[in-house]
C-alpha cells in the first residue's frame, strides 16, 4: 500500500541543544515550539515486493546522502525485516540551512511509513520514533505549541495550546538558502565536549521552560519574548563558545535583529529566536505581521520572506 502523510517544521522557542543518550538520540533538555502551518514537507512511502535497497528522491531528485537515515527511520516503525520502500519527498523551503527541515521530514515519514505497512500506532508513540532520527520531529507529530520532555529512558511530548486561542504568527528571514557548514548534530557534539557554557545551559532550562509555559498559559506576549530571545541566545553562546567556534549568523543575521530591536521599541508585538543556522525568525501578534514584514523585507541581505501562522500536527493524507 501507498501512503502520503504531511507535517510541518517546528520552530523552538525554548530551545533542544545537547543529547542525553547519543545512541538513543535522547535530548539532554526538554524544549518547546510551534508549530507551523504555511512549510511543509510531504512524504509518500511505498513498500515493494522486490529485492534490494530503499530509494528516496526528494523534490524530483535522487538523495542518496539522506537515505540511510531513511531508512533507519523505517526499521524502526515497520522493522528491519521488510520489504524495499519506494519514498519520495516534496519539500516548500529550503532544506539543511536552519529551518528544522529534519523536523517536518521524520514526523510525516514515521506516518506515512505507519500507514503503507497497515501498522497501528498511536501519536505518542509514532513521536518517540520521529524523535530517536531527529529530535526535533518529535514535536511535529503535534500542532500548535508543543511541549517535549526530556526523560531519564524516553521522551514525551504534549500540545501546550493549540493555534487558536493564541494565535501567532511567524515571519522567516532567510538570509542564507545555502546548506549551512556544520550539521546539528555535529554542532551539539561539539558544544558538549568543549563549550564552558554548556553545564550552565543544562542547569537553567528548566527554569526557562517554567517561565515560558506559565507565560503560553496566560497568553502573556513580553514574558515569553523575553525568555526566548534569552534562550536562543544563551544556545548560541554555547556554539560561539565551542572549539572550534560554531557560528551560523552572518551580517544579515545581524541586521534583522537590530530591525526587530527598533519594531520594539517602536512598540510593535515582535520578538526572535534562531535555531542552529543563519536565519532568523520573527514571532509576532497578528496586527504586527505586515509592519514586521515591511521591516525585515527592507532588511540588506534578505534573500526571502517565509509567513506562516501556527499549524496542526503531522498527518496522513491519503493511502491507496
Not at 38 to 64: H, W
Not at 225 to 243: G, P, Q, T
Not at 274 to 291: E, F, R, T, W, Y
Amino acid at each position: 500500500m501507498k501512503a502520503v502523510a504531511q507535517a510541518q517544521p517546528n520552530i523552538a522557542l525554548i530551545k533542544y541543544w545537547g543529547k542525553r543518550d547519543h545512541e538513543a538520540n535522547l535530548p539532554a533538555v526538554s524544549s518547546f515550539s510551534l508549530t507551523l502551518d504555511s512549510l511543509r514537507t510531504t512524504m509518500s512511502v511505498e513498500f515493494c515486493d522486490r529485492p534490494g535497497r530503499d530509494t528516496l528522491r526528494v523534490n524530483d531528485a535522487p538523495a542518496p546522502g539522506m537515505l540511510d537515515r531513511v531508512s533507519a527511520c523505517l526499521d524502526l516503525v515497520v522493522g528491519s525485516k521488510r520489504a524495499a520502500a519506494e519514498v519520495i519527498s516534496e519539500v516548500n523551503f529550503p532544506i539543511g540551512a536552519g529551518l528544522a527541515s529534519s523536523s517536518s521530514a521524520f514526523a510525516a515519514l514515521v506516518v506515512a511509513a505507519a500507514a503503507s505497512s497497515r501498522t497501528t500506532i498511536d501519536t505518542q508513540t509514532l513521536a518517540r520514533l520521529a524523535g530517536a532520527c531527529s529530535g526535533s520531529a518529535a514535536r511535529s507529530l503535534y500542532g500548535g505549541i508543543v511541549e517535549l520532555t526530556a526523560g531519564e529512558e524516553q521522551i514525551s511530548v504534549q500540545p501546550l495550546l493549540q493555534s487558536q486561542p493564541w494565535p501567532l504568527e511567524v515571519v522567516v528571514a532567510v538570509t542564507e538558502k545555502g546548506k549551512k557548514p556544520v550539521g546539528s548534530g555535529e554542532a551539539m557534539v561539539r558544544g558538549e565536549k568543549t563549550s564552558p557554557f554548556y553545564s550552565s545551559w543544562l542547569a537553567r532550562q528548566d527554569e526557562d521552560l517554567e517561565v515560558a509555559r506559565a507565560a503560553v498559559l496566560r497568553q502573556d506576549f513580553n514574558s515569553l519574548a523575553e525568555v526566548a530571545e534569552h534562550n536562543c541566545l544563551k544556545m548560541h553562546s554555547v556554539m560561539w563558545s565551542s572549539k572550534p567556534p560554531i557560528v551560523y549568523w552572518n551580517s544579515a543575521t545581524l541586521s534583522c535583529l537590530e530591525a526587530i530591536r527598533t519594531l520594539q521599541d517602536q512598540g510593535h508585538a515582535v520578538f526572535f529566536t534562531m535555531d542552529a543556522g543563519p536565519q532568523v525568525k520573527a514571532i509576532c501578534l497578528p496586527d504586527s505581521v505586515d509592519v514586521v514584514m515591511a521591516a525585515l523585507r527592507q532588511t540588506p541581505g534578505v534573500q526571502d520572506l517565509m509567513h506562516s501562522k501556527l499549524g496542526a500536527g503531522a498527518r496522513l493524507l491519503r493511502s491507496t
